[in-house]
């Protein structure tokens, strides 16, 4: 057969995917974008049913498939944690709502679970939607229940996404082993969504960098200390901290963050802290640098104990702010300035 030189397209329509097949000098190049609904799988809103399976079948496939879109529409759709894990994003995968998508966790009484998790993934996106955990109907005490997990991720987007009721963090930026290979999350961007009543903290940022917070409404962490609407709080060991686990380039911008109540020396019910907890037994370690805090509103008191150049511009504290690591400070109306 005569070899063609003469580029052609084809263009194939299956199963929600757009299949582009380019053929040049006897080679070949495919792209596939797929664009699905999560009832092609039979996950339905508002039937009772749980749905976990069908969504997480879908995540996978589109994943596998090299990327594309996830979406769901209107309604409650029933979430459950099985194994810990309820819905796990997948690589080059968005999950889109709508405004009126409803994820609603089935109470459980598990130590341990991440409702949506995203762990070792790429380029993946969370749009829209209201999630819901079981805060109020939790049947076991715990600090390891998340809304909203993020482990050794990269390139990772939450968009006017609304959190309520984490039994322990709404968002939790991390690493899943302190000695592996994997450090933390990098490109973090949570834009234009609300955190609300959360168990521990709205935010805990633990590993990550070049996180950027903009435009939220965080509000009213409540339950087990130390209650932050967002905590910079890499693991410790005796006040240690890897050098790959200082979180580095956090910028949070056009936010609110409101407090239950006036916080304490200790860092409880903060708006925003940073802190190594090791701080008050004189091993007070860098645990976080280059953090920029721009024009947000802080409706409690808020503490750099532990960062290194941190910037404060443009900000109204109404509270105290602790500074224990010379804060840069410009354009901020703040009730009291605490230095120590």
Known sequence: MKRRNKIFEMALLTAGAVCLCFSYSGGMRVRAALDVNVSEYGALPND??????????????VSEAGGGTVNLDSGEFNISTPIQIGIELKDNVT??????????????????????????????????????GDKKQHGKDSEDCHAVCIKDSKNVKLENVKIYDAVTDG?????????????????????KCTISNSG????????????????????KAKGKAPQCGILIEPTTNGGKVIKDQICS????KNTKITCVKKGDRNGQFFAIMIL????????NNVVAKKVTIDKCNLGGDAGNYSGQKVTLKNTTVKG???????TKIKKCKISKLYKF
């Open 320 to 326: 105290t702010f602790y500074d224990h690591k010379g």
């Open 171 to 191: 968002i939790y930026l991390g690493t899943m082993n302190d000695s592996d290979n994997l450090y933390g999350c990098s490109k973090i961007t949570i834009k």
């Open 276 to 283: 190594n907890p090791y701080y008050y037994a004189g091993k």
């Open 95 to 132: 999950l889109n709502m709508t405004g009126s998508t409803v994820l609603r966790l089935k109470p459980n009484d598990k130590g341990y679970y991440d409702y949506i998790a995203i762990k070792n993934a790429h380029n993946v996106t969370i749009k829209g939607g209201k999630i819901y």
């Open 48 to 61: 009772g049913k749980d749905d976990t399976e069908q969504i997480n079948r879908a995540i996978r496939e």
């Open 200 to 219: 521990r903290n709205n935010i805990g940022i633990v590993d990550a960098d070049n996180v950027t917070i903009d435009g939220c409404t965080i509000k």
């Open 249 to 252: 380039n956090i910028t949070i």
